[in-house]
C-alpha cells in the first residue's frame, strides 16, 4: 500500500461543484440539540457531515477499504464503511497522487452527550482523527458556552 495522506473534518454542508471541486461549508466542534418528551431518542438523530481526503501515489493500483469509526464518550464504537476493496481511480494529472474524497452525512443519536470521537480508518489503520461535542441546548438560547473563543493561528 502507498497511502500518502488522510484528513477528516466535520461540517454542517459540503457542496461538489460541476468541476469536482470541494466546498466545505462551516466547519463545527459543537452540535447542540432539543430532546423531543414524545419521541424515541432513536428517531432523533443530530445530522453531522463528516468530509475526508484519503491520498495514494500515483502508482497505487491496490484495492482499499475505509471505514469511520464514531466512538463515543463511554467509548462505544460504530462503523460506518465507506468503501470495500475499491481502486483508487487515477486523476486528471497521472504524476499526481490519487485522492478520493470522502462525503459522510450521518444521523447521531443523542444518548449520550460529551466529547464524540470520528476515527478514519484506512485498510484497518487508523489515518486521521477528529472530534465534535455533543451537548443538550440550553433552554435560554442567547446562554454562552463557558470559556474563552478559539484563537486564530497564523
Known amino acids: 500500500m502507498a497511502f500518502l495522506s488522510a484528513t477528516c473534518l466535520i461540517c454542517e454542508r459540503v457542496l461538489r461543484e460541476t468541476d469536482n471541486a470541494v466546498s466545505v461549508i462551516r466547519l463545527v466542534n459543537i452540535f447542540s440539540f432539543k430532546s423531543i418528551p414524545d419521541l424515541p431518542v432513536d428517531k432523533q438523530a443530530v445530522p453531522i457531515v463528516v468530509f475526508g481526503i ?13 471505514v469511520l469509526v464514531i ?6 464504537q460504530s462503523e460506518v464503511p465507506l468503501t470495500t476493496d475499491q481502486q483508487i481511480p487515477v486523476g486528471p494529472i497521472i504524476e499526481l497522487p490519487r485522492a478520493a474524497h470522502i462525503i ?17 480508518k484506512v485498510d484497518g489503520i ?5 472530534q465534535f461535542v455533543l451537548r443538550q441546548a440550553p433552554d435560554d438560547p442567547t446562554l454562552e458556552l463557558s470559556g474563552s473563543p478559539p484563537q486564530v493561528l497564523g
Open 54 to 66: 484519503v491520498q495514494f501515489s500515483a502508482n497505487d493500483d491496490d484495492k482499499h477499504t475505509v
Open 71 to 76: 466512538v463515543r464518550p463511554d467509548g462505544e
Open 104 to 120: 459522510a452525512q450521518l444521523g447521531v443519536v443523542p444518548r449520550q452527550v460529551g466529547i464524540h470521537q470520528v476515527v478514519l
Open 126 to 130: 487508523e489515518r486521521a482523527r477528529t
